[in-house]
């Protein structure tokens, strides 16, 4: 039943940079455990619709609901602690620290708290950690109490199993990386806040196939371990092929949406996007 629940919606949402309006009435849904794309054209308002959602950028009118809850005024903060952490359009890591303390800028905002058994990485099992997962299984729990910093030793665990060359660079300076690792860079630091929902800005740009066919594999396996992902994007049909369902913005508007699989052979989509 899970999958039946919005983690988001958008309800009638407008935003407005002084006379542009950026953003009309959009509505849109992302469903738990789902990857949901944007696409369309430069301009169109997808960075604005990911900045609202985020808090950055405030909203007109409209509403923004995170499960159950209206964020459409929160501080971008609070919205990041909650879980929805925004990958920005062009990276956005700090290149004169290293990869490592990069990952640990992405781990602000974590805190003590529980943690299920089946997500804690073999690695970073201490002595201690061992003694409280014994416990809980032996009152059938799936969960335990882990403090802050082994939250953050268990995330940072984690991306460099994803990402084996940031474990490779750790100590190198984030400017020194390729385009790519950069872009892995980024999406591991927001994934050292522990998302509920990732929403991530462009991630193909700049980035030669081959890389970018890596880093969609990535994405399809964080959502497979429970992360709903928001993808925004140019790059159409590669991500169609990672997303359950997707919607087309043009000039602020949603104009088209649908299963990602009925829109890869939408012939109307093929003719503006897909087709070259
Ligand atoms: N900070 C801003 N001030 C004024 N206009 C902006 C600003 N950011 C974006 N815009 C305008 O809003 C529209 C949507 O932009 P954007 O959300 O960046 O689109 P996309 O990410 O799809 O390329 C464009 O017309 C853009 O010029
Ligand atoms: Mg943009």
Do not use: C, W
């Not at 990535?218 to 497979?224: D, E, H, S, V």
């Amino acid at each position: 039943m899970s999958k039946m629940t919005h983690i988001l919606k958008t309800q009638n949402l407008n935003v407005s940079y002084g006379a542009i309006q950026a953003l009309k009435n959009v509505d849109i849904t992302v469903k738990e455990g789902s990857i949901t794309a944007i696409l369309g054209a430069n301009g169109g308002g997808k960075s604005t619709l990911l900045k609202t959602i985020s808090g950055i950028v405030k909203a007109e009118s409209g509403t923004i609901e995170f499960f159950t809850k209206n964020i459409t005024k929160q501080a971008p903060e609070i919205t990041t602690k909650e879980g929805i952490i925004h990958v920005p359009e062009g990276r956005q890591i700090f290149g004169d620290l290293t990869v490592n303390e990069n990952l640990m800028i992405g781990a602000f905002t974590v805190k003590k708290g529980l943690t299920r058994i089946d997500s804690i990485e073999p690695s970073v099992i201490t002595p201690d950690i061992a003694s409280r997962i014994k416990q809980a299984s032996s009152e059938t729990v799936d969960s335990i109490i882990m403090t802050r910093k082994e939250i953050i030793q268990n995330n940072l665990a984690k991306v460099y199993g994803y990402f084996p060359v940031l474990h490779e660079r750790k100590s190198q300076i984030a400017q020194s990386l390729s385009g790519g690792e950069q872009q892995m860079l980024a999406i591991g630091r927001a994934l050292m806040g522990t998302p509920k929902l990732l929403i991530l800005d462009e991630p193909s740009l700049g980035l030669a196939p081959l890389i970018v066919k890596n880093i969609f594999q990535i994405l399809t396996q964080l959502n497979q371990k429970g992360i709903s992902i928001l993808i925004v994007e140019q790059n159409a049909l590669q991500t169609l092929k990672i997303a359950d369902y997707a919607y087309v913005i043009q000039v602020g508007k949603i104009i088209k949406h649908g299963k990602a699989k009925d829109l890869i052979s939408d012939p109307e989509l093929i003719e503006a996007y897909l087709g070259k």
